[in-house]
Nanobody, 123 residues
Framework: QVRLVESGGGSVQSGGSLRLSCTGS????????MSWYRQAPGKEREGVAV???????DYADSVKGRFTVSRDFAKNTLYLEMDNLKPADTAMYYC?????????????????WGPGTQVTVSS
């Protein structure tokens, strides 16, 4: 079965940086749409970043210019570089994958999810 495991979360002060990683295993194709989501207590789940097979990316307005998503196909690993973190970024961050191409909306309702990694940003 497909498995996704996140790592790299932690606690930082405002303005700090973290780099999240997501390693996949099982029958995951390099053509899958890969995305990062996050959810804070009492808030709606929010899409953070998406990356397609061709390297095209998109970000939530709240993180543009601060977060960078990348993908290492050889290692089957997804990354999220987070810079200039703010308290509003505090949330559980999830790695997702879906067989549907990103161009066809594969990031909207991902089929596979990791267990999440906690990011806490203090002021």
């Amino acid at each position: 079965q497909v498995r996704l495991v996140e790592s790299g979360g932690g606690s930082v002060q405002s303005g700090g940086s973290l780099r999240l990683s997501c390693t996949g295993s099982g029958p995951i194709s390099s053509e899958y749409c890969m995305s990062w989501y996050r959810q804070a207590p009492g808030k709606e789940r929010e899409g953070v970043a998406v990356i397609a097979t061709d390297g095209k990316t998109d970000y939530a307005d709240s993180v543009k210019g601060r977060f960078t998503v990348s993908r290492d196909f050889a290692k089957n690993t997804l990354y999220l570089e987070m810079d200039n973190l703010k308290p509003a970024d505090t949330a559980m961050y999830y790695c997702t994958a879906d067989p549907i191409p990103c161009s066809s909306g594969g990031y909207v309702n991902p089929k596979y999810w990791g267990p999440g990694t906690q990011v806490t940003v203090s002021s």
